[in-house]
Structure formats: structure tokens, C-alpha cells
């Protein structure tokens, strides 16, 4: 079961991440950068409205569904490495992690805004509970985190108060998101590193917090999965899979978040009962965000085998292979675009002008990464944490003997 990275199995992964790392900072300069909220007032019709439209149908969630399917498959494939060469799962695991927490630390703390890797490596411990266990049961738990999610993101707010006469939320989070707010348009950067550092500590010590994003493992463990199922190994079982379901993780996936969109954020039924937003919700996540992004990959896997495709897709592949380089680094964009000690254009960028950047830096990103992987076997914040989870420095440059 070996999976070098020149396989075409693996292509596919990177292709996949690739592709995921593109869709994460087009929503990541629009539809969730840190002055989102005035976007409310956008006029319909302009440019701006349609790229946030556009960006809310077919992005959001949907390239974060699959690069948080993929961590999955990654903790796939690196367990049953070590479990075929006689070695334990779940130390290399752990250290891997501690090394993905600190990276992500010092990123925040660096005023990038890449706290999902924090996520990942929080709860990518719990998939040390499920690796040795059967697929359907895998997937039975994937489901189950969906569940929970959505019991408290939908169901416990709306009648949690009345029931008890509590509000839900303490107000300590909302006090640091209020602190965020004040600080982030004009704030040097340590007055934004501390803050940003204060609201992940209050946000990663919130059980509610861990009960709430549930719904990241699930992700993972729906990854883990299909790995388990020999997805990954076998390139037939992989194509006959996407066939069987990609019709309808598109369908499904694009219905459910269109009907989602338009009763959330173009009032369609103009109804505020509780139903009503319970509804519209779970059209939005997780009948439409994570299916849509499901049948993305599927897609992807489909094209791949066809040559035509795989020669257009393949420029995607160096970047995924050095993903976490390429996150950062679309993470420390948005920063310098928006903070003080950049370009100082907080609350300046809309939505379209947000798009011609990520496409502006695409093909920057492209060439710069096919050249890297021509030289190194890494990415550079690859290499460093390969060098934390084994202890050891790999080599970097590639050997041309």
C-alpha cells in the first residue's frame, strides 16, 4: 500500500488540495473576510453583489468540506503506513499534531487568519478513536457529529431560552468578538496578535466552541472512510464510487444550498418562525455546503481519469503538494491587504475586487510552487513539520542521482 507522490493516485489528492486551496481564499477574501457583515448593503445588480452571490453558491463551505475530507484521508493513509511497517499510530499522530497546533499558533499569532488549523489539529485527535474501526461504523459516527451539530446550532438557541429563561451564550465571547471588531481596522500589529491570541483562547476553552464545530471531524472521519473502503489504494474502486454518487451529491448538494441561500438571505416564504430558519438552515449545512463540495470531489476524481482533464488539472497538483505552505500564504494576503502594518484596506476590498486578486495570485501561486517542487521535496513549512513529527531533518532537495 505504498503512496509515493509521483503516483497518480496521489495526483488526484493533490490535484483535490490544490483545487481546495484556491476555492478557501476566493471565500476567504469575500464571503468570510473580517468586514463581511456590511456586505448586507450591497445593491443587486452591481458587480459585488454577484460575486458574493456566486461565491455563497458555489464556495462557501464546499472547498473547506473537502480539504477537511482529505485531512481524513491523509490520517488514512499515514496510519495504515505505520500499521503495515510494524510501527504505533497514535505517538506519530500526536506529534504530528502538536507540530500542525504550533505552526497554526504562530500563524495567529503573526495576525494570519488560519485558525482551521488549529481545528484540524484539536480535532484531529479524536480520529485516533476511530481508525482500526469498521467503515460503516465510521460512518455511522460521521453522521452522528452532523447530528449533534445541528441539534445545537438549530435547535438548542432557539429553544433553550424559553424553556429555562438563560440565554445561551456567556457574554464573555461576545465581549472578545466586540474587542476583535475594535481592533482590527486600526490596530498595530501587536495590538492585533494579542488580540487574535486572546479570542482563540476563548474560543478553544468554550465547550461549546468543541460542540458547535463537531461537524470538522465529521469531515474528517468521512475521509477516513472512504480510505478504509480502498478508495485510495484502488484507482477502480475510486472511479466506480464517484459514478455511483457524484449525480447526486451535485444534485442534491446545489438544490439544497440554492433553496438554503434564497429563503436565509432573499427571504423567500418571508417567514420568521422557528421553523422556518430551522429549515432553511439544514438546506444550507449540511444538505448543501458539505454535498456540493462532496460531488466537487467526485467530479475532480472523474476528470482526472480522462486526459484531456487531467493535463488542465494537473498545474493544481504543486500546490497541493506543499498545501500547508500555500494556506499560509494566502492567509498572510488577506492580512497585508487588510491590516496596518500592510496595505491598510480593512473594510475597503469588496467582494469582486476580492476575486480578481485570488485570480490575480492563482497562476503566481501555480509557477511558483511548480518550481519549488522541481527543486524540493517539500514545501518549506512542509519540511518543518516533517522535522517536528519525526524528530529528524528530512532532506529537502530532491536527488538528482
Known sequence: ????????????????????????????????????????SLQPGSADFFALVM??????????TIFSF????????????????????????????????????????????????????????????FYRLPPRVILAAAIGTFVIVESIDLLIPTYWPSIT??????????????????????GSFAEIALVELRHTWVEFTSLQYYLGDLDILGLMLLGLCVGRIGAIWDRTV?????????????GIGFACGALGMAMSQFGLGDDNSIHYSVVSGL?????????????????????????????????????GRMALTNYLFTGFVAAFISFQWGLGLYGKVFPAAGLIIVAGLLPIQMIASRMWMKR???????????FWTHGKAPPMRISTD
Not at 461565491?55 to 473547506?64: P, R
Not at 524540493?376 to 516533517?386: I, K, N
Request: charge should be positive; hydrophobic fraction near 50%.
Open 1 to 40: 500500500m505504498n503512496l509515493s507522490p509521483t503516483t497518480e493516485r496521489a495526483e488526484v489528492l493533490d490535484v483535490l488540495r490544490g483545487i481546495a486551496i484556491f476555492g478557501m481564499f476566493s471565500v476567504n477574501m469575500t464571503a468570510d473576510i473580517w468586514w463581511s457583515d456590511i456586505y448586507e
Open 55 to 64: 461565491v455563497n453558491l458555489f464556495a462557501s463551505g464546499k472547498f473547506i
Open 70 to 129: 482529505l485531512f481524513g484521508v491523509g490520517f488514512c493513509i499515514q496510519s495504515e503506513r505505520r500499521i503495515k511497517m510494524g510501527n504505533s499510530v497514535a505517538p506519530f499522530w500526536v506529534r504530528r499534531l502538536s507540530g500542525l497546533l504550533i505552526i497554526g499558533l504562530i500563524a495567529t499569532a503573526c495576525t494570519l487568519p488560519v485558525r482551521i488549523l488549529i481545528d484540524y489539529a484539536v480535532f484531529g485527535l479524536a480520529l485516533l478513536l
Open 165 to 186: 429563561g438563560v440565554p445561551l451564550n456567556s457574554p464573555t465571547p461576545d465581549t472578545i468578538h466586540d474587542l476583535v471588531d475594535a481592533t482590527l481596522p486600526t
Open 238 to 250: 475510486q472511479i466506480s464510487l464517484a459514478k455511483r454518487y457524484v449525480w447526486w451529491l451535485l
Open 283 to 319: 438546506l444550507t449545512w449540511p444538505l448543501g455546503m458539505p454535498v456540493l463540495g462532496l460531488g466537487y470531489a467526485a467530479t475532480v476524481v472523474l476528470l482526472m481519469d480522462k486526459e484531456k482533464w487531467r493535463t488542465r488539472l494537473r498545474p493544481f497538483a504543486p500546490i
Open 376 to 386: 524540493f521535496a517539500f514545501g518549506p513549512f512542509e519540511w518543518l513539520w516533517r
